[in-house]
């Protein structure tokens, strides 16, 4: 089964976590044994040879730097300028795999027709670059408006305004308020440009305000549901109708916390909280029965989001494991037609659309 998986910080990995991802997970947990800096160091499930392993031979790829306000206690850099410094050195790696052929960015519909026939020429043997589509989580790192042009010339096709807290351009997960002028006119200047809004992350005020400004092409890249975990993080029920009406697709997210109640961070393990893919197909049940159809659903894993295996299903080692995922859900009742779509179909469909 072809796996699209829509949220990975794979540039993130390379550059703060120092891992070379053309290496076998193996081989890069090997390489962090006795580190202590990161809580997730040795547990890292996503690698380029892992994707091709588990047949996931297109992403959504960000590019993530935080600004930070002196009151603001977040990890994060002190000056617009080094977050946008830092998201062009994530950029430089991308292009460093593009050149060494592990990776090929997909920016246009011929793009993505090439890339896929390249995964379905029945030659699964030989290796394969990973597609990606270029994401920015959290706008902070942009300038200013300006810049976001920039971006869309290097190929930038998808923004989520916010992460966590209070962002430049939008309040995210654990902030509340309005987007002021410059958040609107981030919206404007993306709906003009043809860039994807990536709702996830938006914090409740700004979701529907964004729905409400924003006439372009929407989807949520990492995100579940409130109604099973209840937090901030997570759609609520009007919210996921709202994005099933404006044709959004939903990636589900296998950081465990999101997955089951009551997680606590560095103390829970997924064996204790009985955290196993099946509870990534309870969320997906939800979206299914709650919009109708198979149509809002696809894969967004934020695998190695800064958490690894001990913060994930027990029953995925890597990214290869997400075949698992339609075993499960054929399990559930799901026809092959609807296991399609939301292992790829989805994405693609929306991509097309997006992009015609
Ligand atoms: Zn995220």
Redesign the pocket.
Known sequence: MFIVDA?L?LSMNAMEWNRDLRLPVNEIRAREHGLRDKPDRGRGTVSLPALRQGNVGLVVA?Q?ARYVAPENKLPGWFSPEQAWAQTQGQLAWYKAMEQDGEMRMVKDLAGLDEHLAVWQDGHADTKKPIGYILSL?GADSLITIDHLETAFQYGLRAV?PA??GPGRYANG?DATGQMQDNGIALLTKMEELGIILDA??LCDDAFWQALDHFNGHVWA??NNCRALVNHNRQFSDDMIKALAGRGAVIGM?LDAWMMVPGWQRGVSTPQEMDCSLEKMADQVDHICQLTGSSDHVGMGT?LD?AFGKEQTPYDLDSIADLQKVPVILAGRGYTQEDLDKMMHGNWLRFLRNAWS
């Open positions: 949220h910080d960000t993530i989580e989520g992460h966590y997960t996830t992350h890249s990492h997210a934020d989001g």
